[in-house]
């Protein structure tokens, strides 16, 4: 018989446990146990949660993580300190390589990359005007960073002036702030790790208090400067370096995939000597013209990439398999294992992708496999260990329906007239499952980024009926959260006031926000684009005026027809309509307003056709778009311009563009047009 009350007792010191050490980590920057310490802890509670139903489970564990500090003033970053797109072996690499070569269209892959140590460390930003240090910021959420400056003058090697005479009047230094190994054992009874060591300093109130740390920093990169006098990367961390900031020894340019593979292997072999730690290589484009060229996605540089060193990997035991329902009616496999440590993480889920990969690698419950953590991504299953598999063991039957009860399918790809490998329910808001992940989707950092309002907060008021739909959010009733556990006056108000802001959006996180299948982050700008307005973007949900606006869309560079028959099946859900008029019409919705609205382009509509001799197509629309034009994507009357490539343009196309009297542009106009 289950001893209730001495299960009680163990929960409640547990979650006591982990609300002291969550503090001492998120508040006070002094964490007394290893992160692998406190993810067991947290393993151990979801365990108890799992195996004893009537344990009320306490709503703490939502509220692991850190709040934006109110210590330091919060101030924007002249340019945003975007996140890296990772790499994990030389088949990604070379996909990189390829892509960077497409976008500028050349013709080969000896393209100068420049290499340099990822260090596990704090980021942040040195701004210098006319040669004197100004303002030095933490990197924030990339957008908005704290005002740190007088903690990182404590670090004695960052010149607080440059004298040379060759000084840009502004420069920004990007830089990693880190504490040396040797260093740490002398303060590691205080802090959990290096970086953790470093962070929490960084964020002391007082300087006095940083400067009695060892922090050390590399300079690796730039934001804004004033006049740009670097011609590449490597050009740019010599120059510093001769100005006395520091830039890593194990630097250097690499030409073709031999070399980045050689650099990588050579760099994991000895990265556990190094008084440093790093968890990989950055590579970017060394020339900063072509990095200019290639510019930016919505999150991350197109000339950069973070190669992540070998993955940590684990033999553990498969006690069953579960389906999962994502926002988009995904159905995706996990592995529920035997709790491992992979790479300092205790691990109990592993990702097994799809029916097709269960199919391939025969995985069976009982199996005793290896699993693979990559960076901070869910673990996948490598292989089956065949010979410790048991004789009754039976092949895994994959479900043919929904948690909800109904029946998947695998759509069929106009393109490559092939089924999806993913099996998916298509019922919507339908299903419950589905309405419960798009919540998690809409309170999301890249859609509402409601803060305070995370996955497990959706998991608990969706089970208590306090959150079903989304327009919910902003109708919650406070005074029922106020009898929850965890939940005090300060976290309440720090909710309302999260869910307050949040109700003010942009026309492409809105969009974004409301998950429609292949709608994502880049389509959504270039609908808000085609649409300005929330008003009318709103005629999408009457089907009258929606089929009349699809014809349209097929117009837009970027939106094909797999996006159109997305967003007509999305609305012709009376669910999904209903659902999308409640949120919205909650809402102050902003019009789509673009930053680069002067230029060579101003307000004309531009199409292109054939291949241009000195850049790819996604480089001439990013060079149109940033010179405020816009690009469609087939010929009608809007048009202004037909551009035409010297390589195999399409003849039905210009016949088109002269039969509207449509300004055609050769490429040799086109490239003196930019070049006035």
Known sequence: MVDKTKILSVYKKKIQNLIKHNKLYFNDDLPIISDSEFDKLKNEIFELEKKNPFLKKDSTLNLVGASPSNKFKKINHLIPMLSLSNAFDKNDMEDFVKKVNNFLNLKNENLELFTEPKIDGISATLIYEEGKLIRGLSRGDGVVGEDILENLKTISSIPKKINAKDTPSLLEIRCEIYIGKKDFLKIKENFANPRNAAGGSLRQKKSTETSKIPLKYF?????????????????????????????????????????IENKH?????????????????????????????????????????????????????????????????????????????????????????????????????????????????????????????????????????????????????????????????????DCKFIAKEKLKHIVSKEAFNIDGLGKKVIEQFWDLNFIKEPSDIFKLDYNKIKTLDGWGELSITNLKRAINKSQTISLEKF?????????????????????????????????????????????????????????????????????????????????????????????????????????SRSEAKAVAENNGGKVLGSISSKLDFLVVGSSKPTKKKIDQAKKLNIKIILEREWIKILDS
């Not at 490597?234 to 073709?256: D, H």
């Open 219 to 259: 300079a690796y990169g730039f934001g804004a400067v004033r006049p740009m006098i670097f011609k590449t990367q490597s050009e740019f961390l010599k120059r510093i370096k001769a100005w006395n900031f520091l830039t890593n020894p194990l630097s250097e340019i690499v030409i073709g995939l031999d070399e």
């Open 265 to 429: 292997k050579k760099i994991d072999y000895i990265r556990s000597s190094l008084d440093y730690d790093i968890d990989g290589l950055v590579y970017k484009v060394n020339d900063l013209n072509l990095q200019k060229r290639l510019g930016n996605t919505s999150n991350s540089p197109r000339w950069a990439i973070a190669y992540k060193f070998s993955a940590e990997k684990a033999h553990t035991k498969i006690n069953d398999i579960i389906i999962q329902v994502g926002r988009t009616g995904a159905i995706t496999p996990v592995a529920k294992v035997e709790p491992v440590t992979v790479g300092g993480v205790v691990v109990s889920n592993a990702t097994l992708h799809n029916e097709d990969e269960i199919e391939r690698k025969d995985i069976r419950i009982g199996d005793i496999i290896t699993i693979q953590r990559a960076g901070d991504v869910i673990p996948q299953v490598l292989s089956v260990d065949i010979s410790k598999r048991k004789k009754n063991s039976k092949k895994y039957l994959f479900p043919k329906n929904c948690l909800c009860g109904d029946s998947t399918k695998k759509e069929l790809s106009k393109s490559t007239k092939k089924h999806d490998a993913v099996r998916r329910c298509i019922k919507g808001y």
């Open 511 to 615: 969009i974004f926000s409301i998950g429609i299948r292949h709608i994502g982050q880049e389509n959504a700008k270039i609908l808000a684009g085609f649409f300005v307005s929330i008003k009318e973007f709103s005629k999408l949900l009457d089907l009258k005026k929606r089929k009349k606006l699809l014809l349209n869309l097929v117009d837009l560079d970027g939106i094909g027809q797999t996006q159109v028959e997305s967003l007509h099946n999305f609305f012709l859900n009376d669910t999904n309509t209903r659902i999308t008029k409640d949120l919205r019409d909650k809402l102050n919705i902003k019009n789509f307003s673009t930053q680069n609205v002067a230029g060579k382009f101003s307000n004309k509509k531009i199409m292109f056709t054939g291949g241009f001799q000195n850049m």
